[in-house]
């Protein structure tokens, strides 16, 4: 059972917002950064936010982080279809000196 | 360009077990913290382990401590997960990945993932 809760699933039309939050405790997204992921069925995850808010190259500037206190959020503006996927957050954990993946979300562009 | 290329997975009996391999080209293998993180069919994704650059420090999820072993090679620019007292639920899609912000993650690049099925 992950540490790190997030909802089980999002949706929206093309062109719309979708936020997706992580809540976690002060021994994980308290203390430490927050790393986003996208997963699509059958490839290999793809870092999509680090360190709260960074955004790695090549990824579109439609993906943002925040951060505050223990919970974390995604942000994803314009919602193409190819954004359709499951979204983890990540982050250490110092209490349990583990990396914690959030539960996921599964993205839906309808 | 970075890669990292698994090898290693397949059938193994419970019980058995199985050493997953990593193999990594196109940066300096040995400056970096790497991580093994698994999805089991229908789940989530769950980290299992990673280890320092000089392998020195290592960390384990719970359920794999004393059963599972990483390791690597930095002559070699291998990765390894040696896989004991295999159970059904370490039945999972393996990747290894490169934590380019020591144990705290920053997973950027990601191996293509290997499959280990645990079953009788």
């Known amino acids: 059972q992950s540490v790190l809760t997030q909802p089980p699933s999002a949706s929206g039309t093309p062109g719309q917002r979708v936020t997706i939050s992580c809540s976690g405790s002060?021994?994980?997204?308290?203390?430490?950064?927050v790393n986003w992921f996208q997963h699509l069925p059958g490839t290999a995850p793809k870092l999509l936010i680090y360190?709260?808010?960074q955004r790695p190259s090549g990824v579109p500037d439609r993906f943002s982080g925040s951060k505050s206190g223990t919970s974390a959020s995604l942000a994803i503006s314009g919602l193409q279809s190819e954004d359709e996927a499951d979204y983890y957050c990540?982050?250490?954990?110092?209490?349990?000196?583990?990396?914690?993946f959030g539960t996921g979300t599964k993205v839906t562009v309808l | 360009e970075v890669q990292l290329v698994q090898s290693g997975g397949g059938l193994v009996q419970p019980g058995g077990s199985l050493r997953l391999s990593c193999a990594a080209s196109?940066?300096?293998?040995?400056?970096?913290?790497m991580t093994w993180v698994r999805q089991s069919p229908g789940k989530g994704l769950e980290w299992v382990a990673n280890i320092k650059e000089d392998g020195s420090e290592k960390y384990y999820v719970d359920s794999v401590k004393g059963r599972f072993t990483i390791s690597r090679d930095n002559a070699k620019n291998s990765l390894y997960l040696q896989m004991n007292s295999l159970r059904g639920e370490d039945t999972a899609v393996y990747y290894c990945?490169?934590?380019?912000?020591?144990?705290?993650?920053?997973?950027?690049?990601w191996g293509q993932g290997t499959l280990v099925t645990v079953s009788s």
């Open positions: 360190r709260n808010n």
């Open positions: 196109g940066f300096s293998f040995s400056g970096y913290w």
């Open positions: 990945a490169r934590a380019t912000n020591g144990r705290y993650g920053r997973d950027d690049y």
């Open positions: 002060n021994s994980n997204i308290g203390s430490n950064t």
């Open positions: 990540a982050a250490w954990d110092d209490s349990l000196n583990v990396y914690v």
